[in-house]
């Protein structure tokens, strides 16, 4: 446990790396931070944090920077929050209040409006299948053995399966389809259509087998498909001084290739407020360079996925962290902030 002064110190020394880059040396913070104690405690105190595992000290300087420990200890006992400019806070709502007629719409402006205010990439995911409830079903006739299937959800997420048939299909038939699927799934789970529903379907329709197996298989291949993760600003954390080391430019560009680690890390079930998470040496596939700071979009109350910063672990946590607070005030209220 660290006293007052060792928490004042490290908290000085996390604001000035973030801000510079550079190692922090005890007479930075001093001049800087008002720290009224004197060069030699605020040295003894430094030398105290690293042994105790909040510092790192780097062999080119006398300077240190945090670990992953004490930016740790930062985040969940230290950090304040930032009040954003009004031009940020403008031109956030503005982005937010567009009218968007797809959860995917909504999710893609938000990706860039975290990515564009704070200055690092940014990862998002929609909501999860499971968590839909089945608002529409529409079948839609292109040609005599192909038809369109639109599956439109309470929060607004749209999927769409193209099926192909091996014999012809009639418009009649097609309203038929349209009529059984939205009496029997509207307010349903959007969750996969099992055998019970598909014997249903077939004993009211009459259809051939082979046509109703043909519409469930789609239909559920598209249900049960990967959420798609959406990137903004991924070069933008290129401009930090970090990723001038070549070994941390290509574990970053790895990182953005592994799809299944960012769908792990979105869909992981953390707590309603923002998470972050700072990598470690014992870190794996290849985070320990970087942290992570996640958030559920929701509006009203509903969930609309999860949205997250990446970044080198000097990032501005304040300032991320600030952004989100706002960002989901406005969505908990329906973005009319």
């Known amino acids: 446990m660290l006293n007052d002064r060792k928490k004042r110190i490290l908290q000085a020394i996390v604001d000035e790396y973030v801000d510079t880059a550079e190692p922090v040396s005890s007479g930075a913070i001093t001049k800087k931070y008002g720290i009224d104690f004197s060069s030699a405690t605020i040295r003894n105190e430094m030398a ?33 929050e930032q009040n954003l400019t009004l031009e940020e806070t403008k031109y956030i709502k ?40 089945i608002e529409e079903m529409k079948f839609v006739l292109l040609g005599s053995r192909m038809l369109m299937c639109v599956i439109i959800t309470d929060s607004g997420l749209i999927k769409e399966a193209i099926i192909k048939f ?27 259509i099992d055998k019970p529903l598909e014997e249903y379907i077939f004993s009211e329709l009459n259809y051939s087998v082979e046509v109703i197996k043909t519409i469930i298989e789609q239909i559920n291949k598209v249900i049960e498909a990967e959420e798609e993760i959406y990137y ?7 401009e930090q001084p970090e990723f001038q ?3 941390i430019a290509k574990n970053f560009i790895n990182i953005l290739d592994k799809k299944d680690l960012f769908i792990d890390l979105l869909n992981s079930e953390f707590a309603d407020d923002i998470n972050v998470y700072i990598g470690d ?30 970044g ?22 329906g973005g009319k902030n």
Do not use: W
């Not at 290849?286 to 997250?308: A, P």
């Open 48 to 80: 105290e944090l690293e042994k105790e595992g909040y510092l790192d000290k780097v062999h080119t300087s006398s300077g240190r920077v945090p670990s992953a420990k004490g930016y740790r200890l930062y985040v969940d006992e230290l950090l304040k």
């Open 94 to 133: 503005d982005k937010l209040q567009t009218k968007v007629n797809e959860i995917e719409e909504l999710t893609k402006i938000t990706t860039n409006t975290l990515s564009e205010i704070t200055h690092y990439t940014t990862v998002a995911i929609g909501p999860k299948n499971n968590n839909q409830l």
């Open 166 to 192: 091996d014999e012809d299909i009639k418009e009649e038939q097609v309203e038929s389809l349209n009529y059984i699927f939205n009496a029997k799934l509207k307010g349903k789970p959007f969750e996969k």
């Open 232 to 238: 903004e600003g991924a070069n933008k954390v290129f």
């Open 245 to 247: 080391d070549v070994q």
């Open 281 to 310: 040496d014992d870190a794996e596939d290849g985070l320990k360079d970087f942290s992570v700071i996640t958030f559920k979009q929701k509006i009203n109350d509903r969930e609309m996925g999860t949205i997250s910063i990446i």
């Open 312 to 333: 080198p672990k000097r990032m501005d946590y304040s300032k991320v962290i600030s952004v989100m607070k706002y960002i989901k005030g406005l969505m908990g209220n």
